[in-house]
């Protein structure tokens, strides 16, 4: 995607009906009011294109907790979610829960950034930012993010390969 004066909507990284199914599961799966839905998916798609070409610059991003259902969602149709990360960052973008974030900013070496570093890193990316869903933090969330915990992984994925089962 080329990077233009005119801001974009994360919307538009995906098809239509995709983008309806991300909204339907963002409702039934993870509480999502049906009126924020499309926001919280158009968020979410918007913070992972960002965040696949922060973390290829050794930079990890951070959702809100308004906008994480929406990469929640995702991670639901991994097929569609693969060709999409592969789209926007070249390779496939783990959800990496971080269970204790009060311990470090970085991760393998890379500065975690809060959720207003995200948004300006979002603009920046020539996306539309959606402050009052970046900006809450009563949102209904997945269960890795009751503290505002979770981001991409840096570029080698392998932030919890501790826990990881092991390849068979």
């Known amino acids: 995607m080329t990077i233009t004066n005119v801001s974009v909507a994360g919307r538009t990284l995906v098809t239509a009906p995709l983008f309806h199914a991300l909204t339907d599961r963002a ?25 696949g070409r922060s973390t290829a610059a050794n930079v990890q991003l951070r959702p809100s907790k308004a906008v994480d259902p929406g990469w929640h969602a995702f991670l639901m149709y991994t097929r569609p979610y693969r060709a999409f990360c592969v789209q926007v960052a070249g390779r496939f973008l783990d959800h990496v829960p971080d269970d204790d974030p009060t311990v470090s900013s970085t991760r393998n070496g890379a500065p975690v950034h809060g959720v207003a570093s995200t948004m300006q890193a979002i603009a920046r990316a020539g996306f539309v930012v959606d402050p009052d869903l970046w900006l809450i933090d009563g949102a209904k969330c ?27």
């Open 27 to 51: 409702v039934t799966d993870f509480g999502v009011d049906p009126a924020l839905a499309p926001r919280v998916v158009d968020q979410a798609l918007a913070f992972l294109a960002t965040a």
């Open 142 to 168: 997945g269960q890795c993010h009751e503290d505002g915990n979770c981001s991409a992984s840096g570029g080698a994925g392998d932030e919890n390969e501790d826990v990881r089962y092991p390849d068979k």
